[in-house]
């Protein structure tokens, strides 16, 4: 997982199968919370999901700016990059 587009599509495949997200409204400018209906719960599994998918710890601080799912992927890059 390396380019941003991988890392979008793993986040697509989370979303879709773990939180039973319909696929056509995951988009890079959806709001996690308004647009897929994610609560402050989910957004916690979101990011232990996303640590045993990079391996990496992930600080709560840097996913509370988090709003869309660009922002995610962003933070995801950055991550794998460091």
Same mark, same amino acid.
């Given at each position: 997982? #390396? ?5 979008y #599509?793993?986040?697509? #495949?989370?979303?879709?199968?773990? %939180?039973?997200?319909?696929?056509? *409204?995951?988009? &890079?400018?959806?709001? @996690? +919370? #308004?647009? @897929?209906?994610?609560? =402050?719960?989910?957004?916690?599994? @979101? !990011?232990?999901?996303l ?5 990496? $710890?992930? =600080?709560?601080?840097? %996913? $509370? *700016?988090?709003?869309?799912? =660009?922002?995610? !992927? /962003? /933070?995801? +890059?950055? &991550?794998?990059?460091?």
């Open positions: 997982m #390396q380019t941003k587009e991988e890392i #599509q793993e986040l697509e #495949q989370i979303l879709t199968e773990d %939180f039973e997200i319909d696929a056509e *409204a995951i988009k &890079l400018d959806a709001n @996690l +919370y #308004q647009d @897929l209906d994610l609560d =402050s719960i989910d957004a916690v599994d @979101l !990011v232990v999901k640590r045993e998918l990079t391996g990496k $710890k992930i =600080s709560p601080d840097a %996913f $509370k *700016a988090v709003r869309t799912v =660009s922002d995610v !992927v /962003e /933070e995801v +890059y950055k &991550l794998v990059h460091e």
